[in-house]
């Protein structure tokens, strides 16, 4: 089974040493708009963080994301 938005979140976190409280003001200052620790950890918990907070997130963090076609894995 795969790694849930949540783990995978904290993860990427704990690699680049970011606490959950500093990425809320990063995305607080990219988004315009305000997250608050509470608030997003129950977007994390409930899975409703939307792909463009993901694709902000991976930005913040200096990843990239990319799409693999598994139909050619082999």
Avoid: H
């Amino acid at each position: 089974m795969s790694m849930k938005v949540r783990e995978q979140v904290k993860s990427l976190l704990a690699s680049k040493n970011v606490s959950m409280k500093e990425l809320c003001k990063l995305l607080s200052e990219k988004y315009g708009k305000e997250y608050s620790l509470p608030n997003f950890s129950g977007k994390l918990k409930r899975g409703t963080v939307t792909y463009n907070e993901v694709l902000i997130i991976a930005e913040i963090l200096g990843y990239k994301i990319n799409f693999i076609d598994t139909d050619n894995i082999g």
